[in-house]
T-cell receptor, first 112, second 116 residues
Framework: DAGVTQSPTHLIKTRGQQVTLRCSPKSGHDTVSWYQQALGQGPQFIFQYYEEEERQRGNFPDRFSGHQFPNYSSELNVNALLLGDSALYLC???????????FGDGTRLSIL | AQKVTQAQTEISVVEKEDVTLDCVYETRDTTYYLFWYKQPPSGELVFLIRRNSFDEQNEISGRYSWNFQKSTSSFNFTITASQVVDSAVYFCALSEAQGGSYIPTFGRGTSLIVHP
């Protein structure tokens, strides 16, 4: 039974570029949440997707957008990358948003 | 105001010592959930425990135990007879109802280093 899978594992971008991160939820899960974890900090909630719609959003600018597909997988898009966007991006899935969530290993994004 | 406070940034112990990780939370909700997660160097957050606000019973799972006290808004985590494999960052999290979803707010984490 595959858990939450994220791709890519690592990514290096430059300021101003755009990036897309991908997440496949655990089998049987229909809700996907995205988190940003800066070095030495706890994960910060970006947004949550359920039934292909953004259900809840944290305090992140519109440069951060997402999408959920009919198979429940999800993408996180970040436009106009800033140095401060360098972080570990974690995807978590659950059934109907019920806690606890299952987390993936994350994508480490570095902005040069 | 920080909703989840983990005042211990880093704790260093020698194997077989007992260690307690502190977590203090802040909420006005009567219904909420508390969690502990473990994050090894690989990055994945591993779920350890969930407690709802109506269940103050302490819990023990092997070498792990949790003490939930609503009177002091604390949810502390104790590892008995620590092992090197326990070395990781541990996060306490609070979930309150937000638009029908219980989105967790994480503390800053406590890095536990267990020396052989």
């Amino acid at each position: 039974d595959a858990g939450v899978t994220q791709s890519p594992t690592h990514l290096i971008k430059t300021r101003g570029q755009q990036v897309t991160l991908r997440c496949s939820p655990k089998s049987g899960h229909d809700t996907v949440s995205w988190y940003q974890q800066a070095l030495g900090q706890g994960p910060q909630f970006i947004f949550q997707y359920y039934e292909e719609e953004e259900r809840q959003r944290g305090n992140f600018p519109d440069r951060f957008s997402g999408h959920q597909f009919p198979n429940y997988s999800s993408e996180l898009n970040v436009n106009a990358l800033l140095l401060g966007d360098s972080a570990l991006y974690l995807c978590a899935s659950s059934w109907f948003g019920i806690q606890p969530q299952h987390f993936g290993d994350g994508t480490r994004l570095s902005i040069l | 105001a920080q909703k989840v406070t983990q005042a211990q940034t880093e704790i260093s112990v020698v194997e077989k010592e007992d260690v307690t990780l502190d977590c203090v939370y802040e909420t006005r909700d009567t219904t909420y959930y508390l969690f502990w997660y473990k994050q090894p160097p690989s990055g994945e957050l591993v779920f350890l425990i969930r407690r709802n606000s109506f269940d103050e019973q302490n819990e023990i799972s092997g070498r792990y135990s949790w003490n939930f006290q609503k009177s002091t808004s604390s949810f502390n985590f104790t590892i008995t007879a620590s092992q090197v494999v326990d070395s990781a960052v541990y996060f306490c999290a609070l979930s309150e109802a937000q638009g029908g979803s219980y989105i967790p707010t994480f503390g800053r984490g406590t890095s536990l280093i267990v020396h052989p």
